[in-house]
């Protein structure tokens, strides 16, 4: 990311590497005052995404038994069936339980 940006009127290069000290509107611009013309100019911030990792895991259903990536948790679902006797369900039995559950 660069840390100077061109004013649009003069073509001045300023240095924005302490310019953000203001804190950004909600739509990531400020206003800046060129350095070399005094003009105000808005700047408009582009933060790089960010990425995260976490290891695929594959885990079986206690009801079936399949492998799967996405399994419902119970405590960390909601709502999560009482019907079930078991903790991590894979998501069909999860949507069996939850069918079950609201045709009582
Ligand atoms: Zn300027
Ligand atoms: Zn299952």
Redesign the pocket.
Known sequence: MSDTVD?P????ENDMSHALTDGLSSNNTFDHE?E??E?EFEVYVEFEPSYTSSEILYEPCQKCGSEERDIYKKGRVFPFPEALQHTKVCKKCYMEAIAAEYSK
């Open positions: 004013c009127y003069c073509g001045h060129c070399e013309c003009t």
